[in-house]
């Protein structure tokens, strides 16, 4: 019989707030049995193996960060681009930083043949591009901008979070400099305005 007390939920629950403390990479399901106390064998009763499990806590996670988004940005003007563009930054830093390990789930894209992580992930992804809409940003331009501005913020917080600022500068005004910068950079281009793209380089041929 499973263990008296435990169900999916908690054992996702768990696994979560071990992630943080050890790291996605890290959390296994020994180390997550020897939480409960339990033989792994016992996990068993309540997911389908460790890809089951970190699957479980990505959903989670995706979960989390939309809501923290979305409760950011209840208290910005629709119209104001600007602020909200900064709550949504100031946002999705704290969460990466209060939940390294959570964090770390909700970096690799959902498979399109899971729904439940799919509809997570549309729904952090509608946040986004409703914030970008009030600077014009639809469509396949809006999907760029939500890639430069993840990559953006993603890049700040993987380095605060592993030590990589070390110069004698606040690291808050660094961030508030970042999502100036990007702030001013998230606009529509005009069509007819826009560079094209270099061609690929194709590699010389061999003599």
Do not use: C, Q, W
């Not at 054992?11 to 792994?40: M, W």
């Not at 009763?45 to 988004?69: C, N, Q, T, Y």
């Not at 970096?107 to 992580?117: F, L, N, T, Y």
């Not at 690291?171 to 270099?198: H, I, K, Q, W, Y």
């Amino acid at each position: 019989m499973p263990r008296a007390g435990l169900n999916p939920a908690i054992v996702v629950d768990e696994a979560a707030r071990l992630a943080d403390e050890i790291g996605f990479d890290r959390l296994t399901l020994a180390a997550l049995a020897a939480r409960f106390r339990v033989a792994v064998p016992s996990l068993y009763k309540h997911l389908d193996g460790l890809g089951a499990l970190r699957r479980g806590v990505a959903v989670l996670a995706v979960r989390e960060l939309g809501a923290a988004l979305d409760a950011a940005l209840a208290d910005t003007e629709p119209d104001d681009a600007s602020s909200r563009i900064a709550a949504l930054a100031r946002a999705y830093r704290v969460y990466a930083l209060a939940h390294p390990g959570r964090y770390a789930a909700t970096i690799r894209a959902a498979s399109p043949v899971d729904p439940e992580h799919r509809t997570a992930s549309d729904a952090v992804l509608a946040i986004v591009l409703g914030v970008l809409e009030a600077r014009g940003l639809t469509g396949d331009e809006g999907i760029d901008a939500a890639r430069t501005l993840r990559a953006a913020l993603h890049g700040f917080v993987a380095l605060e979070a592993a030590g990589g600022f070390g110069l004698p500068r606040d690291v808050d005004r660094s961030f508030g400099r970042l999502v100036r910068t990007l702030d001013a950079g998230l606009t529509a281009e005009p069509a007819a305005g826009r560079p094209d793209l270099p061609a690929p380089v194709s590699p010389a041929p061999r003599r």
